[in-house]
Nanobody, 121 residues
Framework: QVQLVESGGGLVQAGGSLRLSCAAS????????MGWYRQPPGKQRELVGV???????NYADSVKGRFTISRDNAKNTVYLQMNSLKPEDTAVYYC???????????????WGQGTQVTVSS
């Protein structure tokens, strides 16, 4: 069993910053990609960005230049640094990880419980 626990959400004014963290624990052999998704009110879940094991990153156009994903492989933790926040960034943010639980297994997707980020204008 694998658990992803997020932290760092909250209320911030437009132009401010927040840093989200997501720690994976449990029966982990290795983790392929880790990433962040968000679900704005009344909308579908969307990709924010992803980071692979080697450190390469990919971001949604809406957050490029403002958000940065980083990863601490030793701690099985992924971070999302959010700067220059806008009201349209308001959403529940979810952590995602592709985890291999045994040496011969294929990666499976796991999700965190979500953390609310609210940006006031």
């Amino acid at each position: 069993q694998v658990q992803l626990v997020e932290s760092g959400g909250g209320l911030v004014q437009a132009g401010g910053s927040l840093r989200l963290s997501c720690a994976a624990s449990g029966s982990i052999f290795s983790i392929n990609h880790m990433g962040w998704y968000r679900q704005p009110p009344g909308k579908q879940r969307e990709l924010v960005g992803v980071i692979v094991g080697g450190g390469s990153t990919n971001y949604a156009d809406s957050v490029k230049g403002r958000f940065t994903i980083s990863r601490d492989n030793a701690k099985n933790t992924v971070y999302l640094q959010m700067n220059s926040l806008k009201p349209e960034d308001t959403a529940v943010y979810y952590c995602n990880a592709a985890v291999v639980t045994t040496g011969w297994g294929k990666p499976a997707d796991y999700w965190g419980q979500g953390t609310q980020v609210t940006v006031s204008s």
